[in-house]
Structures are given as C-alpha cells and as structure tokens.
C-alpha cells in the first residue's frame, strides 16, 4: 500500500509531505484548490507522460517520490526481483522533472525506463478518473471491464497465444500462395536450364582438367618436334651434344686440378650439370614417347570445351564455375518444389489451427457469459441503491463465429440497462443521462476494484454528478472497499467524505508574488468543520454544524 508521497515544486505545490494509511481517505477542499495534484504525482509515479508545465514556476525541477510497503504483494515483490530492484519489504518510486520537460525515473535508487515504471505501477495502484464513466460507452471498454470481473486470465492466454500462432501461419500460407504462379514459372525456366545442363554433365573439376588437355592436344604437334629437337641437342647429336661437350670440359679440367686445386669447385658443379643434363635427357625421352598425337581425341575435346564454353557464356558464368552453377540450379528446383509441399502442408496446419482458435475463443466467451450474469447482478443491485430503484442491468455476450478472429476472441459485449419501468433495455449510450451514467459507472468501478489485485485504489471525484441519498450509498461502498485494500478517494460530497477512515484537506495559499497548496490530516473537530463546509458554504452555522457531527456519527457507526 501507498504509505508516504512526497512532492517538490510540483505545479502549485513547493513542499509536500503526505502519510497515507489503510483504510478509505478521503480528500477535500475548496473548488481549485487542488485536490487532485497528489492524484497527478501519483500518475507521473506510474510512468504518465511529463512535461515542463508540471514544475513550479522558478524551479529548477520537479520531484515526486512515492513509497510503497509491498509486504502482502507479491506480484510487486515477483516484478523487482526479476528486474533486480528489489530493496526488502518497500519500494520507492522517484520522479524528476527539469525546466525544460526532461524526466528521470528511478526504482529504490536505481534509473529505469517509463515502461518499466508502467509495469511495476500497474501491481501497486490503479486509478480512476471523473471522465472513466464515458470509457465504459465503448464496447471494448465494456469487454476489458468483463475480463476483468470474470478473472480468467488463462483462458485470454489461450486465445491470445493460438490467435498468434494462427496469424502466422496464414501470414505464412499467404506469402506461399502469392508466389505459386511465380514459383510455377521459375521451376518452368528452372526444369529447362537443368535439364539442357543435365544432358551435358559436366563433373566437379572437369572443365579445369578440359582446358589442359585442350592447350595440350592443340599444340601436340609443336610439342612433339621440339622435344625431339631438345632431346638431339642434349644427348643424340654425334657431331656435337650438351652432354659430350659437359663430359669432355670435365675430363680436362679434372687432369689441370692437379695443378690447381682451386678448380676443384668447378670440377664439382660440371659432374653435376653433366648428371642433372642426362637426366633431363632421359626424362625428355620418356616425354616424347607417351606424346602422342590424337586427331579423335583431339576432336572429342574441343567439342566439349566449347560446348562447355558455350553454356557458360548462356548463363552469364565464368566457364570454371559452371558446374557449381548447375548445383545451384538443381537446390534451388529442389526447394521451389517443397514450397509447394508446404503449401499443402501448411494448408492442413492452418485449418487445425483454425480449430484450435475456435475452441479456445468458444472457452472464453462461455467464461464471459457465465461471468456476465454474476457482474450484470452485482451492478444492478448497486446502482438500485444509488437512487434507481426501478433500473435493469444486463450484459449481452454474443459469439460471433463469422467475426474475422482477433485476439480477444470472437465477443460483441455490450452492456444495456433499462432505467424505468415498462421500459425497454437497450444499449447503455442510448438510454442514461449524465447522473445515471456517474452512478452506473462508479458501480462498476467499485465492483471492479474489489477484484483487483493491487493494494491501493484512487478515486478522482468519480462521485461527480450524484448528491443526497445516493451520495451516501457511494460513501458505503467505498467504506466497505476501504475495509478490503486502501482507497483514496478525492470527492466534494460531505456524504462520501464522512464515510472515510481518515480525511486530509487542501488548501490554497496565495500572495502579490506566488501561490502554493498544502494537505493536512484533518482531526475529528477539523472534519466536523469541513464537513459543515461542505454541506453548507463557508459560512459555518450551528445547524451545519450540527449536521456535520450528525452524518460523521452516522458514518461511523
């Protein structure tokens, strides 16, 4: 629950220290005081959007600190030890403002996003403003109000979640289906070029391997003569060959070493230039012989090496990577065609998916119909106590099959109410004046609440547009609220302010230079003096007075 707020030169208000306690509190005061400034720091606690209009004139900045015992909330507790802010059994939530519209956030000291503030703001309070009544008009308003009341969060899990599934999937089919015709035409073009590739078979390294022997055979007969040439020249000439001239320089200049051991180096490299030429030699030889020339292979190669070379230029393909283009032509046919096995496949999921959807949006509006008898009850009972005797309140839940499915399920709710006797029910929007929608709208709220998970309430003037007896009502049901969880409660009925537990009044202060607003907590003889304000106008006469102490007796009897 709420236990302190603290607030700095925010709007009108330079320094606030406010302690909050169980039970209902209400606030009150005079028209503009501003009642409901605590309401909007609260709201910036909740990750509400700041601006620079909300610090005081002069300031610098603009802080609003709120601090939360969270001792019996454990969906509070659960949140911050996920996000590591967990700082024991309380929780404290800081906001700055500068000058010029920047804000800050923090959770127990440590900076977080907006996002992050909504979220641990949506397991510590909620609040309900005077405009919420035209909200419930809306027929998704209507709906969220029902889910709410029915507390069948799993089963909304369950359309959510195969609503998602099935969106995917005919997002999925829809691309596949799109691109058939496409797919279709590809795999025609496809099919031919593989084909035509097919017939060729050109193997892995075949055109590298083509290329040589082409070189090759096109110059065998040049290779042949020169060989046999080189080969004369180094070893078979009689009148003079490489061979016998090495041998024959060796022969001497091994008889002159004799003479001069300084030719020994050269006689060394001329015995191995006379070995390494006769091996040459031999190696040429053995060239020569297996050198054949082959006008049919000849034939045979060219063939295919422009073949090869002709494909290459078709396909826009360096000719050495035409056989990887040919796999990559066959992958591609091979996945276009179990496109279409998806197709069919996905086809069947789709349709088991649609079931599915089905069942589960069948589940939940059977939830909504059950659980609309039991609120449609609880708020008739209300708003018959609150002046409307003679009121009926239904809640129409029609499951529409037809409807395109959403992820809320396939539910038109919408709440109708008959105000007279003899008189037709008929959609809400159609049938309340302003008074009967405050208090239709304030049941609602009320009974809502009491299935909330949060510890703390806020009621900004929610009672606006009723008076009398059915102000009172009002009172006793936000009394009996406040007995359950904290209710705040900022109202300008007597009747609701003599209910709380606890009453705290603002109050405006101003001079030639600036304005400021205070709260305080009022003691049993300030709220006597409130309460006869509010029943009767600043003048405090006896019978107001008398009235006051008469309806706080009441109240708190």
């Known amino acids: 629950m709420l236990t302190h707020l603290s607030i700095r030169n925010f709007a009108v208000v330079k320094t606030l220290d406010v302690d909050f306690s169980n039970g209902m509190t209400a606030i009150t005061g005079e028209t503009g005081a501003g009642k409901s400034i605590s309401v909007d720091a609260l709201g910036l606690c909740l990750g509400e959007r700041a601006d620079s209009g909300m610090v005081r004139t002069g300031a610098d900045k603009a802080e609003v600190s709120a601090f939360f015992d ?7 507790q659960a949140w911050l030890q996920k996000n590591e802010l967990a700082d024991e059994d309380e929780c404290l939530i800081r906001r700055v403002i500068s000058a010029e519209g920047r804000s800050k956030a923090f959770v127990n000291g440590i900076p977080v996003s907006l996002q992050q503030l909504k979220d641990l703001g949506s397991n510590l309070l909620s609040i309900h403003g005077q405009h919420a009544h035209q909200l419930i008009l809306k027929s998704e308003q209507q709906r969220n109000l029902l889910d709410g009341v029915a507390d069948h969060q799993n089963l909304l899990q369950a359309v959510a979640q195969t609503y998602q599934k099935l969106r995917e999937q005919q997002k999925r089919y829809q691309q596949l289906e799109e691109g058939q015709q496409q797919r279709a035409d590809r795999c025609q073009l496809l099919a031919y070029q593989i084909q035509e590739l097919d017939e060729f078979a050109l193997a892995d390294g075949e055109f590298n391997e083509l290329e040589i022997d082409h070189k090759k055979l096109s110059h065998s007969q040049t290779l042949l003569e020169q ?8 070893y078979e000439a009689d009148e003079f060959n490489a061979l016998s001239a090495v041998q024959n320089s060796l022969e001497r200049l091994a008889e002159l070493q004799e003479h001069d051991q300084s030719l020994g180096p050269i006689v060394n490299m001329l015995n191995e230039a006379a070995i390494q030429i006769e091996e040459a030699a031999q190696e040429l030889r053995a060239y020569t012989d297996q050198l054949e020339i082959d006008p049919m ?52 999921q789709l349709r088991q998916s649609e079931q599915a959807y089905y069942l589960a949006a069948k589940k939940l509006s059977d939830s909504r119909q059950k659980a609309a008898l039991n609120f449609a009850k609880q708020v008739q009972q209300h708003i018959q106590k609150m002046n409307m005797k003679d009121a009926e309140f239904a809640i129409d839940v029609q499951h529409i099959t037809d409807n395109v499915p959403h992820k809320l399920g396939l539910d038109a709710v919408r709440f109708k109410v008959s105000t007279n006797k003899g008189q037709a029910m008929d959609d809400l929007e159609k049938v309340v004046s302003g008074g009967e929608l405050s208090r239709i709208g304030l049941a609602i709220q009320v009974i809502g609440s009491g299935n909330s998970q949060v510890a703390t309430m806020i009621f900004d003037e929610v009672d606006s547009g009723i008076s009398g007896a059915t102000a009172s009502i009002v009172g006793q049901l936000l009394r009996k609220l406040g007995e359950q969880t904290q209710v705040i409660c900022v109202t300008h009925l007597p009747q609701v302010a003599a209910r709380a537990h606890n009453q705290m009044f603002v109050a405006k202060f101003s001079d030639e230079q600036t304005t400021e607003t205070h709260m305080i907590c009022l003691e049993e003889n300030e709220r006597i003096d409130e309460l006869a304000r509010l029943l009767a106008g600043d003048t405090l006469t006896e019978s107001a007075i008398a009235n006051a102490k008469e309806l706080l007796q009441i109240s708190n009897s």
């Open 70 to 76: 969270i001792t019996k909330l454990q969906a509070a």
């Open 227 to 234: 060989t046999q040439i080189s080969f004369h020249q180094l």
């Open 297 to 348: 292979r000849m034939q045979t190669v060219e063939a295919r090496f422009s073949q090869a070379l002709d494909l290459a230029r078709k396909h826009h393909v360096p000719a050495e990577e035409l056989y990887d283009f040919h796999q990559q032509l066959s992958n591609e046919y091979q996945g276009l065609m179990k496109e279409d096995d998806l197709l069919e496949e996905l086809e069947l």
